[in-house]
């Protein structure tokens, strides 16, 4: 059974930083593309970045790009999403997920408030 | 302009048949995509129903109901959803979602009411 679960979110005050994890398991971790996706309270859904398996292709939202991060780590079977320069616009749900085959994790709460 | 576009909001009544569009912005031609389809309910991460391209490219979510099935409009430009024999379970909001430009796009998305 495919599992993701992300940790790693909380409250964090404007110009912060905070670095979400997920961890996975059931399927073979290196050969797939991971992404997170995030959705703010009561809005819908959108992409933030994207790693392919063996971690050199990385691709981001314009919305984040420059202060997110995304990185991997295929011997322990983890995805990781470094967060700097937080703004109130980045308060959100974070998903871990394999968008292409349906797979999603239960999702972080991230809350960037003074 | 939203390169994918959904109506805010659909009704419907129990058993009756849903068509949910996802309209691609003026310039990107459906016919070269593969558009994928999500549901969410309330407090859930987003569910995978189905992703669909041609009738001979696409796939239907582990456990899916067949009454969920994809196809597309060409002159509309737009990918559908469509949701047969409604049921009260289906009342969710929908997501379509394509790859374009080196990032995955969601719409706006639906949601979906059955009265």
């Known amino acids: 059974e495919v599992q993701l679960v992300e940790s790693g979110g909380g409250l964090v005050q404007p110009g912060g930083s905070l670095r979400l994890s997920c961890a996975a398991s059931?399927?073979?971790?290196?050969?797939?593309?991971m992404t997170w996706v995030r959705q703010a309270p009561g809005k819908g859904l959108e992409w933030v970045s994207y790693?392919?398996?063996?971690?050199?292709?990385?691709y981001y939202a314009d919305s984040v790009k420059g202060r997110f991060t995304i990185s991997r780590d295929n011997a322990r079977n983890s995805l990781y999403l470094q967060m700097n320069s937080l703004r109130a616009e980045d308060t959100a749900v974070y998903y871990c997920?394999?968008?292409?085959?349906?797979?999603w994790g239960q999702g972080t709460l991230v809350t960037v408030s003074s | 302009q939203a390169v994918l576009t959904q109506p805010s909001s659909l009704s419907a009544s129990p058993g009756a048949s849903a068509s949910l569009t996802c309209t691609l912005r003026?310039?990107?031609?459906?016919?070269?995509?593969?558009i994928y389809w999500y549901q969410q309910k309330p407090g859930s991460p987003p569910q995978y129903l189905l992703k669909?391209?041609?009738?001979?490219?696409?796939?239907?979510g582990s456990g899916v109901p067949s009454r969920f099935s994809g196809s597309k409009d060409a002159s509309a430009n737009a990918g559908i959803l469509l949701i047969s024999g409604l049921q009260s379970e289906d009342e969710a909001d929908y997501y379509c979602?394509?790859?374009?430009?080196?990032?995955?796009?969601f719409g706006t998305g639906t949601k979906v009411t059955v009265l």
């Open positions: 997920a394999r968008v292409a085959v349906g797979d």
């Open positions: 059931g399927f073979t971790f290196s050969s797939f593309e």
């Open positions: 790693i392919s398996g063996s971690g050199t292709t990385i």
């Open positions: 003026s310039g990107i031609n459906v016919g070269t995509y593969r």
């Open positions: 669909y391209k041609s009738d001979s490219d696409k796939q239907q």
């Open positions: 979602m394509i790859w374009h430009s080196n990032a995955y796009v």
